[in-house]
């Protein structure tokens, strides 16, 4: 079954400090790659995406991604966090394949300190 | 702005109740979605939705139904609502191969 893996469950980090979190999926076709935000006692917020073209996209608020299609990896970066970006970011996936929804990962829980 | 409303923020019910999620969006998407969020376990699929009177089941569909009777709107069954139901009910639409956008969040629980 594809998944969806994020390797770190919750992140602390101290303001300007640099941040990159792990994303792999196990899906061997072609694939859409997103991250989302969820800020606290809000709802879900697209950060960025990957449909095609250059693997590295820059999404909101500084964040970028980079797809490694060899390593089936999407990590998110950004180089200097704020005290503003602590959240809960989810990694997720959507088989480019009629009838399938997005996949999720478990979220990694980002804490920053100022 | 897209918006994908959830018809409770919070809902309280029994054990053995019929409960009802609501979920319109206003953006003609084609596509909604059901999702549980616990923590530790992200977000997983309940059902999701290609249209109208179309549904197609998810990663955990035991113990829920939904409804797709008009384009906007998406409902989700509890049919006899149990204690490990309890979670935040995550609803989402979005145009075929777009992003998905999400409601606030439907918080239940059942005791």
């Known amino acids: 079954a594809q998944s969806v893996s994020q390797h770190n469950h919750h992140v602390i980090l101290s303001e300007a400090a640099s941040l990159e979190l792990g994303c792999n999926y196990s899906?061997?076709?072609?694939?859409?790659l997103f991250w989302y935000v969820q800020y606290p006692g809000q709802h879900l917020q697209l950060l960025l995406k990957?449909?095609?073209?250059?693997?590295l996209v820059k999404g909101i608020k500084g964040f970028e991604a980079e797809f490694i299609k060899s390593k089936f990896s999407f990590n998110l970066r950004k180089p200097s966090v704020q005290w503003s970006d602590t959240a809960e970011y989810f990694c997720a996936v959507k088989p480019n394949q009629a009838g399938t929804a997005l996949i999720f990962g478990k979220g990694t829980t980002l804490s920053v300190s100022s | 702005d897209v918006k994908v409303t959830q018809s409770s923020r919070y809902l309280v019910k029994r054990t053995g109740e019929k409960v009802f999620l609501e979920c319109v969006q206003d953006m003609d998407h084609e596509n909604m979605f059901w999702y549980r969020q616990d923590p530790g376990l992200g977000l997983r699929l309940i059902y999701f939705s290609y249209d109208v009177k179309m549904k197609e089941k998810g990663d955990i569909p035991e113990g829920y139904s939904v409804s797709r009777e008009k384009k906007e709107r998406f409902s989700l069954i509890l049919e006899s609502a149990s204690t490990n139901q309890t979670s935040m009910y995550l609803c989402?639409?979005?145009?075929?191969?777009?992003?998905?956008?999400f409601g606030d969040g439907t918080r239940l629980s059942i005791l």
């Open positions: 989402a639409s979005s145009f075929i191969e777009e992003p998905q956008h």
């Open positions: 990957y449909f095609s073209g250059d693997p």
């Open positions: 899906y061997g076709g072609t694939v859409n």
